[in-house]
């Protein structure tokens, strides 16, 4: 069975702190993203890499950053968390077709709190 | 711009009652089409997706999706919604054309009442 695991289920901060989510795939796939869920706006893109080392700007990147140093893994990091960072933050995978990307696996999400 | 649009936010329909929720996109080219789900409290899941064939693809759940692309549409249905179907619904597009990227719309909320 497929997976997509994320570090932690829910997070609570403090405005300025660092805060980093893990996402781990299972799935050997190349291509990895970073969304976040806010209701009535639907799903964003953050940001996203299709190889190890690789990463590219979303729809809204400012105050993120990511890393991705071994295939499977995925890392989402607020430099400095602020309150209007407070989101569902979901991670997925997918690999790669011939006409663009197959379908997306998606983590459980982490659901960040910012004080 | 290019985007991703569903027009229904919330439906609300009540138990064996019919089911359309539209989704329309804007990328010319090949796409690649998906339906997903999300159950309260649950991660978010493939319903069905479309890349080439039969426009007509059926999905899990008894959900199905018409590509019309000539309306540049891909339209989820159900013939008889249940109680269990109460979920979040997601459209989202895929193509050469738009990179390694897919492109979400924001999604329809549907409650069916028993």
């Known amino acids: 069975d497929v997976k997509v695991t994320q570090s932690s289920r829910y997070l609570v901060k403090r405005t300025g702190e660092k805060v980093f989510l893990e996402c781990v795939q299972d799935?050997?796939?190349?291509?990895m993203f970073w969304y976040r869920q806010d209701p009535g706006l639907g799903l964003r893109l953050i940001y996203f890499s299709y190889d190890v080392k690789m990463k590219e700007k979303g729809d809204i990147p400012e105050g993120y950053s990511v890393s991705r140093e071994k295939k499977e893994r995925f890392s989402l990091i607020l430099e400095s968390a602020s309150t209007n960072q407070t989101s569902m933050y979901l991670c997925?995978?997918?690999?790669?077709?011939?006409?663009?990307?197959?379908?997306?696996?998606f983590g459980p999400g982490t659901r960040l709190t910012v004080l | 711009a290019q985007s991703v649009s569903q027009h229904n936010h919330h439906v609300i329909l009540s138990e064996a009652a019919s089911l359309e929720l539209g989704c329309n996109y804007s990328?010319?080219?090949?796409?690649?089409l998906f339906w997903y789900v999300q159950y309260p409290g649950q991660h978010l899941q493939l319903l069905l997706k479309y890349f080439s064939g039969d426009p007509l693809v059926k999905g899990i759940k008894g959900f199905e999706a018409e590509f019309i692309k000539s309306k540049f549409s891909f339209n989820l249905r159900k013939p008889s919604v249940q109680w269990s179907d109460t979920a979040e619904y997601f459209c989202a597009v895929n193509s050469l054309n738009t990179g390694n990227q897919f492109y979400f719309g924001t999604g329809t909320s549907l409650t069916v009442i028993p």
């Open positions: 799935m050997d796939h190349e291509n």
């Open positions: 997925a995978s997918s690999s790669t077709s011939g006409t663009g990307l197959n379908e997306q696996f």
């Open positions: 990328y010319g080219g090949t796409v690649n």
